[in-house]
Nanobody
Framework: QVQLVESGGGLVQAGGSLRLSCTVS????????MGWFRRAPGKEREEREF???????????RYADSVKGRFTISRDNAKNTVYLQMNSLKPEDTAVYYC???????????????????WGQGTQVTVSS
């Protein structure tokens, strides 16, 4: 059974940076595109919004317009880990951040679709103004 564990969240002032990590166990990490989503305060779990995705081979990436130029997704297949480097953070970035795995192997970032039943527990990011 695939398990995802996020870490790296915290409280940061506007303009600051954080690096989130998500370590995957129980599956073949290198075969799957990976992504990050977030759930803003007051939103339901089903209202998670897409943040970023990276293709299974690490070549392709895609970002939400709201984070382009500020966030960078990367992966280390040797460590079964995907990262989200977040710079120039804004109060509106405050959310619980979740990583996910694509529902199909060998997928690109352009058509990333998260597997419904594979989510981590999330890590809280709070950006103060």
């Amino acid at each position: 059974q695939v398990q995802l564990v996020e870490s790296g969240g915290g409280l940061v002032q506007a303009g600051g940076s954080l690096r989130l990590s998500c370590t995957v166990s129980g599956g073949t990490f290198s075969m799957y595109a990976m992504g990050w989503f977030r759930r803003a305060p007051g939103k339901e779990r089903e209202e998670r919004e897409f943040v970023a995705a990276m293709s299974w081979n690490g070549i392709g990436t895609r970002y939400a317009d709201s984070v382009k130029g500020r966030f960078t997704i990367s992966r280390d297949n040797a460590k079964n880990t995907v990262y989200l480097q977040m710079n120039s953070l804004k109060p509106e970035d405050t959310a619980v951040y979740y990583c996910s795995q694509d529902k199909d192997p060998y997928s690109g970032a352009a058509y990333y679709i998260p597997a419904n039943d594979i989510w981590g527990q999330g890590t809280q990011v709070t950006v103060s103004s």
